[in-house]
């Protein structure tokens, strides 16, 4: 079980603006490796370690091409979106070129390890024009072509677009549970399964009674009702441009004080880590978060979140971090002991790399998971998306992939954070 620190604060996602992209399986039976690939345009252009953030952020990484079968099978992909070729520059891969290495074809690595045997350069690559290009993009001829070129990282306007390759299915949404704004759930609110054709997610009860979504903010809309049959669980389609908004999504119990209730989360393929945060744990509420391998029988690990103060209104907030132990993860649940659920924040995704704070009344810092020896800076602003921020400090992860950031002598009531990895 993991040690978790208490964490004033709302976590939001920040990633690299992106075109419409469609996550595609390699299967085994068809002479793959079970991996899924997505590819992805940025018009604008994007560099070799925004892209590389982002598909980390996304829970994969820059693909890795180690056969002629994938190096086929992702071209294919990717010559389907001729919108982020520039004439015939493509999307980068997850090939580099380590400094110091012998120019202009030795070192070439890729960013998982993996061997770098088999090769496909375009002829006359990799040539490191400019004595600055150690990293690989698709193409890099006069026409689209499955082949490879060397160019330099920041070279935004030859690389329009990147490749993600997750090992497996990726979940990659961010969802808000929370109490309906004002306090019960709405009769009538019922929905679920509402992501689960597109990430594999299904939410249900276990002790009776209905999810209750709504969306934050007026007017207070409710989506799919179907409060007729109380066993048909609708769906919101995922190209639905709400399906998309997840932040502005709320689920409740539909509980009442004083009733136990339990939140599942199943999904339809094993993930390895699913983490988040339990927002207002008020006073005499307790929250116990259990993961399973299975169907609810064979637990790996288990969190007992309580707050024992009396006071209700004075809620707290406390990440919590699953990750596979002697399985993968099929199940977790949200069990509240004595009062409805009231803000539970989930990802299942790797953590992200960055992440924007919002700062309310009681902030006095935030919690840091990220990558050990990474350096970080910490900065702020006076809006939630602001053009420009500026910068408070700068901090690495030494030992531990977390770390709490202190800003109490700092702190400002109507400030963001976010700290956003080097």
Known sequence: MKVIRLLFGLILLSTVAQGIAQIVHWPAAQGGNDHYYEVIGVPGGVTWSKASLSATNRGGYLATITSAAENDFVFA??????????VGYGPWLGGFQPAGSTEPGGGWAWVTGEPFVFQNWAAAQPNNNGGNEDRIQLGG????ASVWNDLAQNATNYARGYVVEYPRNPSTILLDF???PGGTPWEGMTISNQFAAQFGISFRLLNGGFPA?????PPQAVFNVSNVNPT????LSPSDPRANDFGDFFLADDSIPGTSQTIIMDFSSPVSRVSGFVFDVDGGDQVTLTAYSDNGTNMLSQLIITKNTPEAGEGLSTPWSFVRGSADIRQVRFTAGSYGFDNILSSFTPPP???AVLDPELFAGFLIEGEVGRKYRIEYADQ????NWMLQAYITLPNSPYTYVDLTSTHSSQRFYRAVAE
Do not use: F, M, S
Request: hydrophobic share 40%; charged share 20%; no cysteine.
């Open 213 to 217: 979504i709504a969306r934050k903010g």
């Open 353 to 355: 790399a960055q992440a």
């Open 384 to 387: 939630l998306t602001p053009t």
């Open 77 to 86: 992909l990717a010559a389907e979106r001729t919108n982020l070729w520039h």
């Open 232 to 235: 048909l669980y609708d769906q």
């Open 178 to 180: 929370e109490t309906v």
């Open 141 to 144: 001829g006069p026409t689209i």
